[in-house]
């Protein structure tokens, strides 16, 4: 028996539906309504036609974008393939259609679910309890958690009143990462610090928190306002990539996709940020900077666009000595050296080399900065003094690539 429909919305507006094809088993079709409006589009690269969409397999991009992957995925795997027959892609998208990354929403109801109850987050943050916390929000919100990523992480919303007295949606509010501890020791403080870093040295960055038992980030989503969420498009949509290509391209590519999505007035700024993005990601050892960590945000496909802030900022390095960057820059993938490094500056931004020189440096104070966070870490907690030597030893390392410091032995991890 054919399933029925999805129904997508755009900020809650039916918009359309993807369908399964007649002819081909693995296809999906989406269809726009005929009332629908060009700010209505759910990409921007899909813009409102009569005509079927055709994914030709599988899920269209923009579908596919926020789809669970790793421990989600698998929690939703296990907890659902037995019950639904043929369990796929499309499926998994109906199961975290009410609550995702964006402004879509998906039900095969005429309307979207709620996404449910919610936490309060200073509970999360302060919690020194023996059992799992995570594995109990995992258990509660993976049903409802649009969001990617091979690092454990749900959607909650905050539940205190300083939360709830300031929004008129029922959406998620903030994203809650985890990690293995035996894998990725101190990820959660890996990724706090490097965010910090990036955020002083001018860097638009989410807002980040550290619980107190080290095991968690707590990240403000920077997609929300008061009274819904805004459009984002990671580089993998705007590349027609599906999640499974996000190594798949270059900085310089994504340089050219901002010319040609990011609005005139956010043009500028955009291209600096995203210089500054991949040349301090160089330098701490962020071997990760693919598809997905870039985005951009409009409030319709017919508003302003710009870049979104950055976010999933951390030192790869720390873990894979012998990592790559994620993309490739003027056609390779090893860490760049600094004539490298200003040569990309200068292609991606446009700006004469005292300007790029300029914003390498404002790179390099951020650097510093992860530098002297990790031996505070350390001395704020006895425990992780190997993780603050070896992360300091990686900054080092991508400092002494671009000769702002002379190498020594202690520089090594």
Known sequence: MKKPPLNVFASDQPIGQIARSDVDEDGLLFTYRNQCTSAQAVSLTMPVRTDPYDSMSGLLPIFDMNLPEGALREQLRVRFAKTIPGFDDLNLLQIVGSSQIGRLRFSVEEKPEGSGAGENLSDILTYRGSEDLFA????????????????????????????????????????????????????????????????????????????????????????????????????????????????????????????????????????????????????????????????????????????????????????????????????SKRFPDRTRLLKFIRTATGKSPSAATR?????????????????????????????????????RQGLERLSYITPTPESNP
């Open 136 to 331: 109990s929000l995992l258990q509660r919100y993976a049903t409802s958690s649009g969001i990617s990523g091979i690092q454990p992480k749900v959607l909650v919303r905050d539940q205190s009143a300083s939360s709830v007295d300031r929004l008129t949606h029922r959406g998620a509010t903030h994203i809650v990462k985890s990690f293995d501890p035996a894998a990725y020791p101190e990820l959660a403080a890996n990724e706090f610090l490097c965010l910090q870093g990036a955020s002083k040295c001018g860097i638009d960055c989410a807002r980040a928190r550290l619980s107190e038992n080290r095991r968690l980030v707590v990240v403000d989503r920077f997609d929300m306002t008061s009274d819904g969420y805004l459009g984002i498009e990671d580089f993998c949509v705007l590349n027609a990539l599906r999640a499974a290509g996000r190594y798949d391209g270059s900085y310089e590519g994504i340089a050219r996709r901002l010319n040609n999505y990011l609005s005139p007035k956010h043009l500028s700024n955009g291209l600096e940020q995203f210089a500054l993005q991949v040349a301090f990601s160089c330098i701490i050892g962020n071997g990760d900077a693919h598809l997905k960590n870039f985005s951009v945000m409009y409030r319709d496909a017919e508003s302003e666009v710009s870049l979104a802030p950055a976010y999933d900022l951390v030192s790869t390095v720390l873990y894979i000595p012998q990592d790559t960057l994620a993309l490739t820059m003027d056609g």
């Open 359 to 395: 914003l390498l440096e404002q790179a390099r104070t951020g650097a510093q900065v992860v530098i002297d966070g990790a031996h505070r870490y350390a001395t704020e907690h006895r425990d992780a003094g190997d993780f603050a030597r070896k992360l300091t030893g990686v900054v």
